[in-house]
């Protein structure tokens, strides 16, 4: 099936450092969607994407679906302890399901 | 408020028994999923569900049984065909299967064989 990859695999930063993280894909897609999950819990939806080259805001979060429709990218601006978590991309193309990335564990020191 | 709620958050299971996991949503979505992760790993999808009645497999199916008797609901039964049944169990669900606007989770079962 398809397959996504996410990179990092997982990245420690000091508090009120920016962070970036990206997806590829070996399929276009035409939606791409980042998560955040907590440790124990569900992912929660942070940015959805439906346009290539599309560059959307949640707050300190900044998400781009790359114009070659195989790549997303996330940023987060001047990290807090909170963010820590693992973050998920997923992309699917027209009338299938979703498919997830491995995810991005990040830790954020004080 | 509407989500998804899944019971119980931990789940024990001696070896060779089947075990239910449950998920109920009030967001009056009609697509349902089930999702298994491991350390270190994505998600998988184990069934999904479009509509009431109907379920298809997803890519790792073997050893897991669902129903969707009511819209509300798809439980997830995990069987002793399942070998290595220790993991995060997640149930989703969409307006749609392949909805844009993504799917809304459930908080997780961790179920461990004993």
């Known amino acids: 099936g398809q397959q996504l990859n996410q990179s990092p695999q997982s990245m420690f930063i000091q508090e009120g450092e920016d962070v970036s993280m990206n997806c590829t894909s070996s399929s276009i897609f035409n939606t791409w969607l980042w998560y955040k999950q907590d440790p124990g819990e569900g992912p929660v939806l942070l940015i959805a994407?439906?346009?290539?080259?599309e560059l959307t805001s949640n707050g300190r979060l900044t998400a781009q679906f790359g114009t070659t429709r195989k790549d997303s990218f996330l940023n987060i601006s001047a990290s807090i302890p909170s963010d820590v978590g693992i973050y998920f991309c997923?992309?699917?193309?027209?009338?299938?399901?979703?498919?997830f990335g491995p995810g991005t564990r990040l830790s954020v020191l004080p | 408020d509407g989500g998804i709620t899944q019971s119980p958050k931990y789940l024990f299971r001696k070896e060779g028994q089947n075990v239910t996991l449950s998920c109920e949503q009030n967001?009056?979505?009609?697509?349902m999923y089930w999702y298994r992760q491991d350390p270190g790993q994505g998600l998988r999808l184990i069934y999904y569900s479009q509509i009431v009645n109907d379920f298809q497999k997803g890519d790792i199916a073997e050893g897991y049984s669902v129903s969707r008797e009511k819209k509300e609901s798809f439980p997830l039964t995990v069987t002793s065909a399942q070998k290595n049944p220790t993991a995060f169990y997640l149930c989703a669900s969409s307006i749609g299967r392949g909805q844009a606007s993504g799917y809304t989770f459930g908080s997780g079962t961790r179920l461990t064989v004993v």
């Open positions: 967001l009056n979505h009609d697509a």
């Open positions: 997923a992309g699917h193309g027209y009338g299938q399901n979703f498919v």
């Open positions: 994407l439906y346009k290539a080259g």
